[in-house]
């Protein structure tokens, strides 16, 4: 079946830091692909999204770039902020009549001024 | 717009309750779906539905009841309350049709304790 695995966290990190959160997917077809976010008491938000192969999304400094050779869609920013801790979810789902989205577990980021 | 909305923010039960949790969207959305949160779980699909009239299973459906009877609402039914339910619950919504991408949109979750 279809699923997300994303790298246990939590993930604790210094302001400015390299921030690399790990996504890979086992999924038939071409899915697509994103990351959403959630801030401490509240719902998820999108981040970002990749639709086919090579895709790369990005938003508020954050990249992921849809490898289908290696069914990953790994996060990224250079310099990671105070008001970036939240948790991270990487998802997938199938477009058209089907919206279903498949999550992995989240992974907890905590910055550190 | 107002996006998506749940009510109510918090709830607690006793064991054997009932409860509705609202969803209501105001995009004009086709489909919606509930997923309950639970931690070290991520997030897991209770129902869904792809219009007015249509709902189906997810992957957790035990215990919950919906139904779509306008585009706007899509309710949330826990038939008698047990303390395996206690979860944030979110509801969320988007587009369906040949070439959408279905990116969701949440609502802010509705925290749920059964005593």
């Known amino acids: 079946g279809n699923s997300v695995t994303q790298m246990e966290g939590p993930v604790t990190l210094s302001e400015e830091a390299f921030l690399t959160i790990n996504c890979t997917y086992t999924a038939t077809g071409y899915p697509s692909l994103f990351w959403y976010v959630q801030y401490p008491g509240e719902g998820l938000q999108l981040l970002l999204k990749a639709t086919k192969a090579d895709d790369k999304g990005s938003n508020k400094g954050f990249e992921a770039t849809y490898r289908k050779e290696t069914t990953s869609f790994h996060l990224e920013k250079g310099s990671v902020q105070v008001s970036d801790s939240a948790v991270y979810f990487c998802?997938?789902?199938?477009?058209?009549?089907?919206?279903?989205?498949?999550f992995g577990k989240g992974t907890k980021l905590s910055v550190k001024p | 717009n107002a996006g998506v909305t749940q009510t109510p923010k918090f709830q607690v039960l006793k064991t054997g309750q009932s409860m509705t949790l609202q969803c209501a969207q105001d995009m004009n959305h086709e489909y919606m779906s509930w997923y309950r949160q639970d931690p070290g779980m991520g997030l897991r699909l209770i129902h869904y539905?792809?219009?007015?009239?249509?709902?189906d299973q997810g992957e957790v459906p035990n215990g919950y009841n919906v139904s779509r009877s306008t585009t706007e609402d899509f309710p949330l039914r826990l038939l008698s309350a047990a303390p395996s339910q206690t979860s944030v619950y979110f509801c969320?919504?988007?587009?369906?049709?040949?070439?959408?991408?279905?990116?969701?949109?949440f609502g802010p979750g509705t925290r749920l304790t059964v005593l």
């Open positions: 539905s792809v219009g007015a009239g249509i709902t």
């Open positions: 969320a919504s988007s587009v369906t049709g040949t070439g959408t991408v279905n990116e969701q949109f």
């Open positions: 998802a997938l789902n199938y477009g058209g009549s089907q919206g279903n989205l498949i």
